[in-house]
Structure formats: structure tokens, C-alpha cells
């Protein structure tokens, strides 16, 4: 059976930078299972994965606009340290951000005395990203796979619907 819309299938991938830094593998744990269209992967990666089958390999170079889009310097704003009240904000933490386009995720990048630097480009935004991909399996989704919008194992899903 080849990937189609609403089929789910079963992957191992190795995802890795342009110079080669590995990112995520499946390969040391259990693989994927991702329902075909419903853009739970990025882009670039679900369009090659469509006509697959189980068994096949391939290796794909993913642009940034098929994968986490370009990124934007305008995202990436100087704000009061005093924004963040008592708070011990370091490098690398995330929040959720209020901003004029809504509900937004930023990173911190830097904090002085005065000032913390917040970026809200996706932290893999710009980057072009090769993935490895073996195909396991591919089966047909089941109605309530469709109509939940990802696959479901054994055990269930995993929540309530």
C-alpha cells in the first residue's frame, strides 16, 4: 500500500542540520506513526513521503520555507528585564507571549542587568534540514484516526476526546 491521503504510516527518520548536527532520530526508540495529511509533519517531508511504501529509504533536503520558514529579525525584540517581575529568566527558556497578532512562543536569547532579548522565530526556522526516512508500514486510517485527526495504537490515543 502506497502513502495516501488518510493512510497512516510508520516511519524511522534521522533528522539532521546542513552540517551534518543530528536534531531527532527514531532509530534508538520506537518509531513514528503520523496520519498522512494532517500536517502533523512539516511540509517538505509529508510531500515526499506521499506514493511511498513500506520498505522504502530515502534521504530528502527540506528548505526552510517547506520546513520551519525563513527566519525573521523583526521577531527578535529587546524588552524590560522589569517585564518579567521577580522572575530568574536564563538563555533558552521559553514563554508564551501576548503580542498584537496574539498568543505567541519566544525564547530568550540574552539578559543583561537591564534588558532580556526574546526571539519568536520557531528555534529551527532558516535552517534547511536533511532527513534519513525508512518506511516501515503503511495502513489504511480508520474513521476515528480521521475524523481525531492522527493515528491511534492498541492502547488508544492516549487522551479524551
Known sequence: MNITQHSVATIHFTVCTAD??????????????????SH???????????????????????SPELAYGERHETLVQ????EMFGDMDVNPGMTFRATTDDG???????????????VDGNHPLSGLTLNFDVEVLAVRPATSEEIAHGHP?????????H
Open 78 to 81: 529587546v524588552v524590560p528585564k
Open 20 to 37: 551534518g548536527t543530528q536534531i531527532d532520530t527514531s532509530r534508538n526508540g520506537k518509531p513514528m506513526e503520523y496520519l498522512q495529511g
Open 103 to 117: 498568543e505567541q512562543s519566544v525564547m530568550i536569547i540574552d539578559v543583561t542587568d537591564d534588558e532580556v532579548v
Open 152 to 160: 491511534h495504537s492498541a492502547e488508544g490515543c492516549g487522551h479524551d
Open 40 to 62: 502533523y509533519l512539516i511540509q517538505g517531508l509529508e510531500n515526499e513521503l506521499e506514493g511511498k511504501q513500506a520498505g522504502d529509504v530515502f534521504n530528502i533536503d527540506v
